[in-house]
């Protein structure tokens, strides 16, 4: 597969990387399978985070035996201080089974209160400065869920790589955050290119995306089969066609009624609802295993159960969603998925 420069770390990576968030949903023979496939097409480039569950560890086991320096692989901790910081980077280390990371990412920074918390005295930027000079860190990076966010940390200079999401649907990068990127020579990873499993038609979105040459798409991964196919659309780099685009805008118009961007303009809510994660629930159901959506998404949707539908985050809400009728779409959603409880027990069991 082709390789091209990833910004001004100088990293040569494939068009493609692999995401790894659903591999935590099957075994580890299988999962070390996945990463093994991958690099067999010519993906060099990994991304997971310590809070993927067990997905480290299946990289681990998928990449022993690979030369290292073949490999680019990022991970990601949530940590805001210096001391959690370095715990999760020498967790991360040892899972992966490797002395260093190419690229370490600072995991969701999305609000003020999260990027202040890291650049304070003792922050996790200490951590990360520190973990530069001793070899553990090559490149610095960050994730985000808030373009306004992102565009004032990508303007820091203190990191090299920024991790969005964009797809054919979520495209608000776009406009700001991918030209910044490109003007800062920064790299950019492409989150969620198929809305975190929403958008079926791998096609589609890979001719979208693959007209940005300076982004790499991170599809997250479960079967062979799904990689395999995006593998060969990235080697055939077939261009977007007049039928394509006019797919896309049907595509936004149906889906701008439903789709909920994070931006979180419908915040706060009386009733403590945190909107954002509620709408989010499909998403969540098709990367996660139920009990780490439960893990991450359970007490949100509790909370999204007690909407009055009041409408006044309607009123906030620049993409004019119908709120309250989506809570209570993805809560039903939800409560179908989820396993009952005696039978959780008894997979935890197992």
Not at 122 to 150: C, D, L, Q, T
Not at 233 to 252: G, N, Q, V, Y
Not at 315 to 335: A, F, G, M
């Amino acid at each position: 597969m082709e390789k091209v420069r990833f910004g001004k770390t100088e990293l040569m990576v494939s068009k493609i990387a692999l995401g790894g968030i659903p591999v935590m949903r099957v075994s580890m023979s299988d999962g070390a399978a996945l990463v093994r496939e991958s690099v067999k097409l010519g993906i060099n480039f990994i991304d997971t985070a310590n809070a993927y569950g067990d997905s480290e560890e299946k990289v681990g086991e998928g990449i022993k035996g690979i030369p290292r320096e073949s490999l680019v692989i990022t991970t990601k901790t949530q940590a805001k201080d210096k001391k959690t910081f370095m715990e999760h980077l020498d967790l991360s280390l040892r899972r992966m089974g490797t002395d260093y990371v190419d690229i370490y990412q600072l995991h969701n920074i999305s609000s003020q209160e999260k990027c202040d918390a890291i650049f304070s005295p003792g922050g996790a930027m200490e951590g990360m400065e520190e973990a530069i000079k001793a070899g553990k860190i090559r490149f610095p990076g960050f994730s985000s869920h808030k373009i306004p966010v992102a565009l004032e940390l990508m303007k820091t200079g203190r990191f090299d790589v920024v991790q969005l999401p964009f797809n054919y649907i979520d495209f608000d990068a776009e406009n700001e955050a991918i030209p910044l990127a490109k003007k800062l020579d920064m790299g950019f990873i492409s989150m969620k290119p198929m809305g975190g499993g929403l958008l079926h038609n791998a096609e589609l979105s890979f001719r979208y995306l693959l007209q940005f040459d300076s982004i790499i798409p991170d599809p997250g991964i479960e079967k062979i089969e799904e990689i395999r196919e995006i593998a060969e659309i990235a080697e055939r780099k077939p261009s977007l066609t007049e039928d394509d685009r006019r797919e896309i805008e049907r595509l936004r118009k149906e889906f701008g009624s439903s789709w909920c961007h994070r931006c979180d303009y419908c915040q706060p809510c009386p009733q403590g609802i945190i909107i954002s994660s509620v709408l989010t629930v499909k998403s969540s159901l098709l990367r996660f295993t139920p009990e780490k959506s439960k893990f991450l998404f359970g007490d949100a949707v509790e909370k999204g159960k007690t909407c009055l539908e009041c409408g006044e985050c309607v009123k906030r809400c620049p993409y004019q969603l119908e709120i309250p009728r989506l809570i209570k779409e993805n809560v039903s959603i939800w409560d179908a998925a989820m396993p009952p409880a005696s039978q959780a027990a008894k997979e935890r069991s197992l």
